[in-house]
């Protein structure tokens, strides 16, 4: 094979890398399961640990990439959940489907949470833009505070007292597939045009629109994007714990988001990825330590911002997250 036909190779393998990766990562956990030698307890905390890259990767897009300032994912994450645990618990009910009719239906309460997440991410989007840094942060704080203010008002969905009853029908394929779809769609669109006009828009906002980049869309698109994804996220929360509560998804769910996607590294899906896999098993490590483990917790963080503080990937991205032919970061494009 010639190097022309070799790199092709390499650019073929490297296109679907993520996807292969995954796949081989779950026969690996699959098989570990298998043999009892990956705890329950371990697999579950593996799942949450996915989940929360998902929603730490929409939360990029809006405040690394674009350069917004939201703190209300959790409020997006708690629209998905409810969406979705309404449509299967009390629309259809889920338990006395036939097996053949389930994921169907779980498939369809899925893009209904995305999608009204979605709305809700426009909703908050589109006025939110009048205001910038701090100002924003808090009409975005003021949202998801909003959201579980209003879920305590409805008792279809138990109010105060929690949505209980919600099958538990998610599994680890189930997240594999839909954290692969979340890498594939925003890695491509993080790396298009449309990534790129974000990233004017978060380098300089004037000069972007002089160049004739409307920016007002693609901030709204980012976070209608990132509002999506945290709904999907979600949808598959709820259907792994099988139980809601309006608490779950408060201003400190918010802020654990922003806390991931800073510690892994701003800007960059890398950092999202890492930071919130490594701080969602770190505090299940340290639990041998009983009352100390929060502030080993704390103090991790404050040793990695201050001889770390670009984050634990240092602004740079995996290799596996870039798409062939395009440059090392989204930054590099404009040149």
């Given at each position: 094979m010639d190097k022309t036909g070799f790199s092709g190779f390499l650019r073929g393998v490297g296109r679907y890398a993520p996807l292969l990766g995954?796949?081989?990562?779950?026969?690996?956990?699959?098989?570990?399961?298998?043999?009892?030698?990956?705890?329950?307890?371990?697999?579950?905390?593996?799942?949450?640990?996915?989940?929360?890259?998902?929603?730490?990767?929409?939360?990029?897009?809006?405040?690394?990439?674009?350069?917004?300032?939201?703190i209300g994912q959790a409020g997006f994450v708690a629209v998905g959940a409810y969406t979705s645990a309404a449509i299967t618990t009390l629309m259809f009910q889920f338990s006395a489907l036939s097996p053949l009719a389930r994921p169907f239906v779980f498939l369809i309460s899925i893009l209904a949470a995305g999608?009204?997440?979605?709305?809700?991410?426009?909703?908050?989007?589109?006025p939110s833009l009048r205001v910038?840094?701090?100002?924003?942060?808090?009409?975005?704080?003021?949202?998801?505070?909003?959201?579980?203010?209003?879920?305590?008002?409805?008792?279809?969905?138990?109010?105060?007292?929690?949505?209980?009853?919600?099958?538990?029908?998610?599994?680890?394929?189930?997240?594999?597939?839909?954290?692969?779809?979340?890498?594939?769609?925003?890695?491509?669109?993080?790396?298009?045009?449309?990534?790129?006009?974000?990233?004017?828009?978060?380098e300089d906002d004037l000069a972007a629109e002089t160049m004739g980049i409307n920016t007002t869309t693609h901030k709204v698109q980012a976070f209608i994007i990132g509002a999506v994804t945290a709904?999907?996220?979600?949808?598959?929360?709820?259907?792994?714990?099988?139980?809601?509560?309006?608490d779950q998804f408060s201003y400190i769910r918010s802020t654990d988001f922003l806390v991931y996607l800073y510690a892994g590294?701003?800007?960059?899906?890398?950092?999202?990825?890492?930071?919130?896999?490594?701080?969602?098993?770190?505090?299940?490590?340290?639990?041998f330590l009983a009352g100390w483990r929060l502030v080993i917790y704390g103090l991790a963080l404050v040793l990695m911002m201050l001889y770390r503080p670009n984050g634990i990937c240092n602004g740079k991205e995996f290799s596996f997250l870039i798409p062939p032919l395009a440059p090392r970061n989204p930054?590099?494009?404009r040149d």
């Open positions: 995954l796949i081989v990562f779950y026969i690996g956990v699959t098989y570990l399961r298998e043999i009892q030698y990956l705890k329950a307890y371990y697999l579950q905390v593996l799942m949450f640990g996915l989940i929360n890259c998902m929603v730490t990767m929409g939360l990029n897009l809006i405040n690394g990439v674009t350069g917004q300032f939201s999608a009204v997440a979605g709305v809700f991410g426009y909703i908050i989007g589109r910038k840094g701090d100002y924003l942060a808090i009409v975005t704080l003021g949202f998801g505070e909003i959201i579980r203010a209003v879920i305590r008002l409805i008792p279809q969905v138990g109010g105060p007292r929690g949505f209980s009853g919600i099958p538990r029908y998610v599994n680890l394929a189930w997240i594999l597939a839909f954290f692969a779809l979340t890498i594939w769609f925003l890695r491509n669109y993080i790396y298009s045009s449309f990534g790129r006009a974000c990233v004017s828009c978060r709904g999907v996220a979600g949808a598959l929360l709820a259907h792994l714990l099988g139980y809601l509560h309006p590294g701003a800007g960059t899906m890398s950092g999202a990825i890492a930071g919130a896999m490594v701080l969602t098993i770190l505090p299940e490590t340290l639990r930054e590099e494009a």
